[in-house]
């Protein structure tokens, strides 16, 4: 494990910290994008299927357990949580986000690493995952005062898989470890599909205003 | 296939 992958681990887990700070003081969800939430449900619960057949580390399982419980608490929370539920904008988070599910499906059946259940179901996890933040960035764009706690998640969510790219490029260099072609492209569209808001997220940082997105 | 020094990646 080098540094830049570490570092990606944490962020990432800094991210679902975030998002269950932001829903937990303030009991609302105003802002998030359920669809987006549900879609990360689906990618850890798809991606971490050997959670309880091959035990690789300590480390390894207890991250994979707190994503997957995480994100499904979440998804309870704004589905069903009496004061959270409230607060969710049904009608501003309208991408089709079952489309997304659909694409990365058929993307994994035709690009599989091999043709087998569990290396369909991880190819879908990468390629699904790449896009799950679709429904997020555009209900970002329609809600107008969107709280810091939500940019910072954001922010975190999408820098981990800009640091898992440059663990790739590392052990690249470093080890002669060509990586899997899946991870770096859906890793890099996935990063390239923030670049934008972090465009934004920088401008609002320097002038200390609140983060807007243009509409 | 998923050689084993990526398998361990979240």
Known sequence: ?215 | AQDDSTKDEL
């Open chain 1, 1 to 215: 494990m080098n540094i830049f992958r570490f570092a990606g681990d944490m962020t990432h887990l800094v991210s679902v910290l975030l998002l269950l700070l932001k829903i937990y003081a303030t009991k609302s969800c105003s802002g998030i994008s359920l669809k987006t939430q549900e879609l990360y449900a689906l990618v850890f619960l798809t991606r971490y299927l050997d959670l309880f057949t091959d035990f690789i580390s300590i480390y390894n399982t207890v991250m994979k357990v707190i994503f997957i419980t995480s994100s499904l608490a979440i998804v309870w929370c704004m589905r069903a949580h009496p004061t959270v539920r409230r607060s969710y904008d049904r009608d501003q988070d309208t991408f089709r986000h079952h489309f997304l599910v659909l694409l990365s499906f058929i993307m994994a059946l035709f690009f599989p690493d091999l043709f087998t259940t569990r290396e369909v179901l991880w190819a879908f996890s990468i390629y699904l995952e790449a896009v799950a933040i679709l429904p997020q960035l555009v209900l970002l764009q329609r809600c107008r005062n969107v709280d810091n706690l939500t940019t910072h998640y954001i922010f975190f969510l999408g820098s981990y898989r800009a640091l898992y790219v440059l663990n790739w490029i590392y052990r690249y260099f470093t080890e002669k470890h060509a990586g899997r072609w899946i991870s770096w492209i859906s890793g890099l569209v996935q990063t390239v599909l923030y670049l934008d808001f972090f465009y934004y997220y920088f401008i609002s940082w320097k002038s200390s205003e609140k983060l807007r997105l243009p509409a």
